[in-house]
């Protein structure tokens, strides 16, 4: 019914960046929050950024404050990630989620990405 897609990821040398996007398709009525989520092998998936609904602030782990940047354009259903400055601990696979209404009358339900790979070499 939803879908979404990243883009962007890739090998980076430290101290370089990335801009990962993610588009929104299907049946979507609304969107409330998106965010960004990353996860390495045998941990648990964590918050990196969440951009809420227009009039409210956005969120960041402590990790990436000052040098990650999370946006969205809310015509094209599009959320991304600039992330500058990364560190080889910012490998990981990074996931969008994006919380959607496909109706009016339904509660949001939340969607994710397949992931994309970022990779840091030192």
């Known amino acids: 019914q939803v879908q979404l897609v990243e883009s962007g990821g890739g090998l980076v040398q430290a101290g370089g960046s990335l801009r990962l996007s993610c588009a929104a398709s299907?049946?979507?009525?609304?969107?409330?929050?998106m965010g960004w989520y990353r996860q390495t092998p045998g941990k648990q998936r964590e918050l990196v950024a969440v951009?809420?609904?227009?009039?409210?602030?956005?969120n960041y782990a402590d990790s990436v404050k000052g040098r990650f940047t999370i946006s969205r354009d809310n015509a094209k259903n599009t959320v991304s990630l600039q992330m500058n400055n990364l560190k080889p601990e910012d490998t990981a696979v990074y996931y969008c989620?994006?919380?959607?209404?496909?109706?009016?009358?339904?509660?949001?339900?939340?969607?994710w990405g397949p992931g994309t790979q970022v990779t840091v070499s030192s």
């Open positions: 989620n994006a919380r959607v209404s496909i109706t009016p009358l339904r509660p949001t339900s939340d969607y």
């Open positions: 299907g049946r979507v009525f609304s969107i409330d929050a």
């Open positions: 951009i809420p609904s227009a009039g409210r602030t956005t």
